[in-house]
């Protein structure tokens, strides 16, 4: 039986080689054949020890299957279980502006992605649903039972949902 | 796509296309993806055929539509549920009562119509939420306060129409205590004003409550008469300054004169923010079964050896925390006040926590120790549910048991007691059991916290025990302040003095204002008169089981 890290280790490295849902990459209505919403900033859960990696390795299959630029600048961010700060500071005001923008054709939202713990991503995506987005993966890493410590990681990418033209 | 109970498919779809027409298709959600996000996220009935599911979803933009949608409902008998923001988890969020209600989800009307700084108000509309006032007053440097349950997302008057309570101090904390004058659209679609906002051109809208006449704010309350669409709020001016700190108590008795003079103090309104006990002592007790069950018996000599044990290991057995809001001198004195009126409790303790000089900056205040205290609203209550060591199974939410109780020490140790034993016989954990806080101004609300999963065996039990906790507290006078929509029959009937004549009344005004029975059925227990005998609950003394009774007709 694999331990803990070696079964994480196992699961990060499936998850290299797993590509995204198509869903994930689907184009907006408003947006047909122009381009996948760019990644806006990738978030990691400071409370867990394989957020970081796990979150790096989101962010490497998105460059490689969104075909945005791996010089782009998309930065991690950590919180630490409550997403107060990055909801008021930041994704309150961006998201209020990308919906004026959507109504008015102009761009597909930035998508949003993290592997944090499950709190994290239930705040986010009610906050996102206001903003008529949703969460288009949501992939849980699963650890053996009574494995120390306690960690339950979901890797998750919200964005504008396909709707039909 | 789900039908409402007792509309025919021909008329529900006739309704649909003038729904269309009223608001516009973008904000009529059909589609099972849309409407799920409708659900309870903290149902305790997630997953049964018992849980509460809406139908569709409409999302009006203005009173106007909201008339114009609550008309159609009442032409087509449609039962209709309104929801601010519907975030009010574990009290049943944006989920309806009856299975089949149609949401009307006011998030849209979000507009923060006026905010008045030298008279300390605002009017705003139910989509406004706390963050949302608290930034528009940030940025426009108002020196003014909101009073922020935790978490800070859900609308002002969403919280206020459920007696949700805050962390400031008074009136502001009592978020229903703190309106003044509301707009009620009613089933027939007539507007009506409240208080002064009755008299057209009144400037005292939100000053004045009382207006002329029958008050009847308290009817749109914990309720289902009307459908609020604006309502004005007390603000607190922005204080110079808050101080805080604790006084400990080393003994078990202790806590009566603790609670005495506490009591004395806010009625006297020296102490106008909330307070609450604690029991440093509980966290021992918890590791040592012995202490557990000497405090649960608590004869003499169980007193005697638990209060050996406070002293020895340095450990109050009751704290209490007071926080004061104003210009330093006064809150000074006021602490120092405070500290005269406890001195005489043999071996008594004063410990000073926090104190800061305002204004600060935002970043600043997220700094603090806890930021809801200074009417700054937060999402950090989420990580409470969070899988970790301290918690391992994590949960998907949770449910929360909060009767009243007098303010006195004796009330403190007996429901403790009562509650307990409860607890014990029916094999229940709790993921939270807060002694009494003071969340209103003359009582304590007790706590107990339940985790809510999605094992829906786990999810039956934690409801029979949560009605078994309503019925051995209603046997001792002890009733729900709020509760989740699947409760709020079985604590609606508790309150049964005279045969439940008030719910009789509460019927009797349903059947006048809303005739057809279409907002809110079943909400706070109050059901229209065609769904009343097919919902009839149990009374709760001859519960004890599991019972479906709380407004699903599925």
């Known amino acids: ?165 | 796509m789900r039908y409402p109970p007792g509309v025919s498919q021909e008329d529900f779809e006739q309704a649909v296309q003038e729904f269309r027409s009223a608001i516009g298709d973008e904000w009529v959600f059909t589609e099972e993806a849309d409407v799920d996000l409708y659900r309870d996220a903290y149902s305790p009935m997630w997953g049964e055929e018992e849980e509460k599911v809406p139908s569709i979803a409409l999302a009006p933009q203005s009173a106007e539509e909201v008339q114009a949608l609550v008309r159609i409902c009442n032409q087509y008998r449609i039962p209709v549920y309104p929801v601010s923001t519907g975030r009010n988890l574990g009290y049943g969020g944006s989920a309806p009562v009856l299975t089949g209600s149609v949401v009307l989800d006011l998030k849209r009307m979000n507009r923060i119509i006026e905010v008045n700084e030298d008279n300390a108000y605002a009017l705003v509309e139910p989509g406004v939420s706390y963050f949302d006032l608290y930034r528009y007053i940030q940025e426009k440097g108002l020196k003014l306060w909101i009073d922020c349950p935790d978490p800070g997302w859900g609308s002002l008057i969403g919280n206020a129409l459920d007696h949700g309570c805050g962390y400031t101090t008074n009136p502001y904390r009592d978020h229903f205590e703190a309106h003044c004058g509301m707009e009620v659209v009613l089933a027939s679609g007539e507007v009506v004003r409240t208080g002064m906002g009755a008299l057209p051109n009144s400037e005292t809208w939100q000053q004045f409550r009382w207006g002329f006449g029958p008050w009847l704010d308290g009817l749109f309350a914990q309720s289902n008469f009307g459908v609020v669409t604006k309502m004005g709020f007390w603000l607190l001016p922005a204080p110079d300054a808050y101080r805080s700190g604790s006084v400990q108590v080393m003994g078990y008795n202790d806590i009566h004169e603790l609670v005495k003079v506490t009591a004395k103090m806010m009625y006297s309104g020296v102490l106008n923010a909330g307070t609450g006990l604690q029991s440093p002592m509980q966290f021992a007790m918890a590791r040592n079964p012995d202490l557990q069950e000497r405090y649960e018996r608590a004869n003499e000599e169980d007193i005697r050896i638990l209060d050996e044990h406070a002293v020895a290991n340095n450990t109050p057995f009751w704290s209490s925390q007071f926080k004061f809001y104003g210009p330093p001198a006064i809150i000074d004195a006021s602490w120092e006040y405070t500290r005269q009126q406890f001195s005489h409790i043999p071996g008594v303790r004063f410990v000073e926590q926090e104190y800061l000089h305002f204004p600060m900056t935002h970043e600043a205040l997220m700094e603090t120790q806890d930021e809801n205290h200074l009417g700054v609203p937060s999402l950090s209550v989420f990580q409470l549910g969070a899988r970790s060591n301290f918690n391992p199974t994590g949960a998907n939410g949770h449910l929360g048991f909060s009767p009243v109780i007098p303010m006195n020490g004796t009330a403190v140790l007996q429901s403790q007691k009562v509650l307990a034993k409860v607890l014990r016989d029916m094999g229940a954990t709790t993921v939270f059991n807060v002694f009494p806080q003071s969340y209103h101004q003359r009582t304590f609300v007790i706590l107990l916290g339940f985790s809510i999963t999605r094992d829906i065996e786990a999810n039956r039990k934690t409801r029979a025990i949560y009605r078994e906790l309503v019925r051995v507290a209603a046997e001792h006078g002890w009733g729900e302040y709020r509760t989740h929509t699947a409760f709020m029959d079985d604590c609606a009937q508790a309150y049964s003095f005279n045969d439940n004549a008030l719910l009789k009344l509460q019927q009797t005004l349903k059947d006048a204002i809303d005739p057809n029975g279409i907002i809110s059925a079943g909400r706070y227990g109050i059901w229209p008169k065609h769904l009343r005998e097919e919902q009839a609950p149990v009374p709760v003394a001859a519960q004890g089981n599991e019972n479906t009774n709380g407004g699903n007709n599925a």
């Open chain 1, 1 to 165: 039986m694999t331990n803990r890290r070696e079964f994480l280790q196992l699961g990060l490295t499936a998850s290299l080689c797993i590509p995204l849902p198509a869903q994930v990459f689907a184009f907006t209505a408003n947006a047909a054949a122009q381009s996948v919403p760019a990644l806006y900033k990738v978030i990691h859960d400071t409370r867990y020890l394989h957020s970081t990696e796990l979150a790096h390795s989101l962010r490497d299959r998105w460059i490689r299957q969104s075909r945005q630029s791996a010089l782009a600048e998309i930065p991690l961010q950590a919180v630490t279980g409550n997403v107060t700060a990055l909801w008021y500071g930041e994704l309150q005001p961006l998201w209020l502006k990308q919906q004026v923008l959507q109504q008015q054709g102009q761009q597909p939202a930035l998508a949003l992605a993290g592997t944090t713990g499950s709190d994290v991503l239930f705040c986010l995506e009610r906050l996102a649903w206001d903003a008529g987005l949703r969460v288009l993966l949501r992939e849980e890493h699963v650890q053996e039972a009574g494995a120390q410590p306690q960690e339950a990681l979901v890797s998750w990418v919200i964005a504008a949902p396909t709707r039909a033209a």
